[in-house]
């Protein structure tokens, strides 16, 4: 019988791995094995290889967002033959910052622990993104800078490969001649890709200040953050750093990040086992992506 893999990012204790298996296999009960893939171009490798390994198998590849533009995100989501897909959001973390998902742990916490601590956590959802829209006001700077450079990469793939790669010249037979020719050629290569980026307008430095002074000004808005995007499209590893920091700092939270993010993913898998309507949109579309590959009928 054909296999069904998912592929996710990082290590076998992961985040990603943990998230996914407490949503898609215990809350969905899909059929599908979940493999992490690693980082940097492993997951596309890992991903290849599982359904090179097996005729008939498939294997689906969820990625991190990170600093790249929504409409070809939404757009691979359109298409049902894409098998390489990514977060709407930043990355996994953004979804176990929803403010509601962690007023439910600090519920948990008040009825289940027994210190000073806990009376001093955040009351509601409310507070608590209070809490988070202050802190990602901290990360303007940093989120406007990464989102500035993404950009600016992706306009420089446009223009030519800047990369100098060892040639593929026979170890053996390959001449001096034949590699002094190669990486010419990469040279030359590199030449034109430079001289294409120096005549480009948009890598000028009056533009790239302009260019950041657009971003700074949408991300800047009060509704960037009244709205929730922030949680969206910031970087969600370090919100939730300065979470972990915040509680360690005013409520004396005793445990580390790595327990609260533990504890979070807990509480996302209680939460959607027992409340049907605490859910996300991209877990959906990617559980009926997932009923699809393994034949499951699909939920509207």
Known sequence: ??????????????????????????????????????????????????????????????????????????????????????????EIENYILEPWLIHELFDDYRRTVAAGWVGRLLPDAAAVDAVLQAEARRLFNDHVGRTLCGELRRHKGTLGNTEINVPPVDPLAGTAAQWQAEIQAQITRLHATCAAVAATPDFQA??????????????????????????????????????????????????????????????????????????????????NRLRIATGVPTIP
């Open 1 to 90: 019988m054909a296999q069904v893999f998912l592929v996710c990012e990082g290590e076998r204790n992961s985040v990603d791995l943990r998230l996914l298996d407490a949503i898609l296999a215990q809350r969905y009960g899909l059929p599908v094995q979940i493999e992490p893939g690693g980082g940097a171009n492993q997951p596309r490798i890992v991903r290849r290889w599982l359904e090179q390994r097996v005729p008939g198998d498939t294997a689906i590849l969820i990625h991190d967002r990170d600093y790249e533009p929504l409409p070809p995100i939404l757009s691979g989501w359109g298409d049902p033959n894409e098998r390489c897909l990514f977060w709407t959001a930043h």
């Open 206 to 287: 009056i533009n790239v200040l302009a260019a950041w002074g657009t971003i700074e000004a949408a991300v800047t808005q009060p509704v960037y953050l009244a709205s929730g995007r922030y949680r969206q499209e910031m970087k969600g590893k370090r919100l939730l750093n300065l979470l972990w920091e915040h509680l360690r700092r005013h409520c004396g939270y005793p445990g580390t990040q790595d327990r609260l993010t533990d504890d979070l993913v807990g509480t996302a898998r209680r939460v959607y086992q027992s409340v049907p309507h605490y859910t996300f949109a991209d877990f959906d579309n990617l559980a």
